[in-house]
């Protein structure tokens, strides 16, 4: 499978603060998604990118497309400790490609 | 609304022991997929299946069969379980492959000892 890179692997911030990850390629991808899993439960998807340079929010998610197309970042304003679990980049080749992880704690 | 369902979710396999996973999805999606985590590996797509009658093999398909039965279940067989194996398995479909909104069920945790 295509390898996505995902970083940082994890994080241990205070409730409030904002959060970055981002997630690079070695292909290009014509969507990018962003999800997020919550201990004992699949993923669930947060936001969805189509178009290279787009910028999508979703309430305190913010996430953007790379212009090459083989990157993107999510941020995350004011974190609260339900943010707290692992979040996955992933490309949708003919299947969806999944980074490896972010794991996000939050501590109150 | 159920979504997609998998079961069991838990199991425990002695080494050499067969055993298949079931899922099934109540909205009409056309693809459906398996995927298995492991610790800092992210999600590695095993084998798929774009619509009913067609399977195609993912990143990691050895060790593993499946079975689109019909629309709405695709299960994952383990013909002589390994240790290799011991992981959680996740379901997903899509109304298209060319979809991103993929559902996944809540998983299956497996153990080979």
């Known amino acids: 499978g295509q390898q996505l890179n995902q970083s940082p692997q994890s994080m241990f911030i205070q409730e409030g603060e904002d959060v970055s990850m981002n997630c690079t390629s070695s292909s290009i991808f014509n969507t990018w998604l962003w999800y997020k899993q919550d201990p004992g439960e699949g993923p669930v998807l947060l936001i969805a990118l189509y178009k290279a340079g787009e910028l999508t929010s979703n309430g305190r998610l913010t996430a953007q497309f790379g212009i090459t197309r083989k990157d993107s970042f999510l941020n995350i304003s004011a974190s609260i400790p339900s943010d707290v679990g692992i979040y996955f980049c992933?490309?949708?080749?003919?299947?969806?490609?999944f980074g490896k992880g972010t794991s996000l704690l939050v501590t109150p | 609304n159920a979504g997609v369902t998998q079961t069991p979710k838990f199991q425990v396999l002695k080494t050499g022991q067969s055993m298949t996973l079931q899922c099934a999805q109540d909205?009409?999606?056309?693809?459906m997929y398996w995927y298995r985590q492991d610790p800092g590996m992210g999600l590695r797509l095993i084998y798929y299946s774009a619509s009913e009658g067609t399977t195609d093999k993912g990143e990691v398909p050895n060790g593993y069969n499946v079975s689109r039965l019909n629309k709405r279940e695709f299960s994952l067989r383990l013909e002589s379980a390994a240790p290799s194996q011991t992981s959680v398995y996740f379901c997903?479909?899509?109304?298209?492959?060319?979809?991103?909104?993929?559902?996944f069920g809540s998983g299956t945790r497996l153990t080979v000892v």
């Open positions: 992933a490309g949708l080749g003919y299947a969806l490609n």
């Open positions: 997903a479909s899509t109304y298209s492959s060319a979809n991103y909104g993929y559902t």
């Open positions: 909205m009409n999606h056309n693809s």
